[in-house]
């Protein structure tokens, strides 16, 4: 049985969709009352000091977590290409880019790190809105067939492949553009023109 009180509702209610630690105290909520709010669900908490009010909204709070901590963070490779729908695999881990050189944050999450060159970082992101104010990078899916397609050795030749296959089969997919962004990543040139050709 729930035993947040209207009158704690109401402060929660005064605070944005997210809010920080500092702020929920400001606003009149002590630890105890955080504890409540958390244990009746009608708040969670994406991350360390950061509160969300649950609302009707699906959002994800591993992706909010991540979003909150470090806002260049970009959904690549197997999450990215399940995201686009070029992939039947379910991720079980959360494959997450950041430019090479960066500080990992410290996030209990189930969450594969991969650094990336950052002269090419930025190729291929998008913007996407996670929810409740924030955003994540996530890589179109012409660069996540590529980063599939550059990284073999480890996701395995197939995850590309059959990326590359199922986008082929949509309107509007344009191997030439896919191999315009291709030309930023020279070693990947070659497998991916020898696969389009065996596709097409």
Do not use: K
Not at 81 to 95: F, Q, S, Y
């Amino acid at each position: 049985m729930p035993r947040t009180t209207p009158a704690r509702t109401e402060l929660l209610e005064q605070l944005p969709e997210t809010f920080a630690y500092s702020e929920a105290l400001a606003a009149g909520l002590t630890d105890w009352t955080l504890a409540r709010l958390l244990d009746d669900g009608l708040i969670s908490r994406p991350g360390r000091g950061r509160y969300l009010r649950v609302s009707g909204t699906a959002v994800d709070p591993d992706l909010l977590a991540i979003a909150g901590r470090r806002p260049d963070a970009t959904l690549c490779l197997r999450s990215a290409l399940a995201r686009h729908g070029l992939t039947d695999d379910i991720p079980r881990v959360i494959d997450i880019a950041l430019p090479a050189g960066s500080r990992l944050p410290s996030l209990d999450l189930p969450i594969a790190w991969h650094r990336f060159d950052p002269a090419t970082f930025d190729l291929g992101r998008e913007l996407w809105d996670v929810g409740a104010g924030f955003s994540l990078g996530l890589y179109s899916a012409e660069r996540s067939i590529i980063d599939a397609f550059r990284l073999r050795r480890l996701e395995g030749p197939q995850l590309g492949n059959e990326a590359l296959r199922r986008w082929l089969l949509r309107s509007g997919s344009q191997p030439a553009q896919l191999l315009t962004m291709a030309a930023s990543f020279p070693r990947t040139q070659g497998p991916l023109r020898t696969a389009l050709e065996i596709l097409l």
